[in-house]
T-cell receptor, first 113, second 115 residues
Framework: AQSVSQHNHHVILSEAASLELGCNYS??????LFWYVQYPGQHLQLLLK????DPLVKGIKGFEAEFIKSKFSFNLRKPSVQWSDTAEYFC???????????WGLGTSLAVNP | SAVISQKPSRDICQRGTSLTIQCQVD?????MFWYRQQPGQSLTLIAT?????????ESGFVIDKFPISRPNLTFSTLTVSNMSPEDSSIYLC????????????FGEGSRLTVL
């Protein structure tokens, strides 16, 4: 069965530290890849997405993610986090022509000022 | 992006009762979905709300427990029937505005607590 794995469930960083959140999926065909963010008390919103083309995708608020097909990975990165990045981050994958998104369990990021 | 409004935003209900959650979008959408987000767990798709026909349910979810309506392209309801404490969760409405490959947009969710 298709699945999405987020390696880190809880991450605590200090401001200005670099961030990398891992996301791996299990599907050998064409995929659409997403990172969503949920700030405290707010709704889920799209951070960035990959459909095709340049595997390095830039999103909002200085985030980026790199699709590495050979590793089935779509890791999220930010060179310097801020306290306002404290949130829950979800990786999601749409496999092939399936309309359904498969979601990771989420990573809770806390950034200390 | 459009505005997706869910009502109620939260509610506390008694065991055995039913609650209907509404989702209103301010523009027409291609697809509407209902998700459940339980504490410490991933998002789980309950069903796809189909306009003018019966919803398409995912494995583990049935129409008798979660009846869904979608009378037009901008509105849907999810009812949680005969509730038990295990139904305590956040219920999310999400929509796609373009093709199936489009991104999902989410409402703010309805936090349900069943006593």
């Amino acid at each position: 069965a298709q699945s999405v794995s987020q390696h880190n469930h809880h991450v605590i960083l200090s401001e200005a530290a670099s961030l990398e959140l891992g996301c791996n999926y299990s599907y050998g065909g064409t995929v659409n890849l997403f990172w969503y963010v949920q700030y405290p008390g707010q709704h889920l919103q799209l951070l960035l997405k990959y459909f095709s083309g340049d595997p390095l995708v830039k999103g909002i608020k200085g985030f980026e993610a790199e699709f590495i097909k050979s590793k089935f990975s779509f890791n999220l990165r930010k060179p310097s986090v801020q306290w306002s990045d404290t949130a829950e981050y979800f990786c999601a994958v749409r496999a092939g022509n399936n309309r359904k998104l498969i979601w990771g369990l989420g990573t809770s990021l806390a950034v200390n000022p | 992006s459009a505005v997706i409004s869910q009502k109620p935003s939260r509610d506390i209900c008694q065991r055995g009762t039913s609650l209907t959650i509404q989702c209103q979008v301010d523009s027409q959408v291609t697809m509407m979905f209902w998700y459940r987000q339980q504490p410490g767990q991933s998002l789980t798709l309950i069903a796809t709300a189909n306009q003018g026909s019966e919803a398409t349910y995912e494995s583990g979810f049935v129409i008798d427990k979660f009846p869904i309506s979608r009378p037009n392209l901008t509105f849907s309801t999810l009812t949680v029937s005969n509730m038990s404490p295990e139904d305590s969760s956040i219920y999310l409405c999400s929509v796609v505005f373009s093709s199936m490959a489009g991104e999902l947009f989410f409402g703010e969710g309805s936090r349900l607590t069943v006593l």
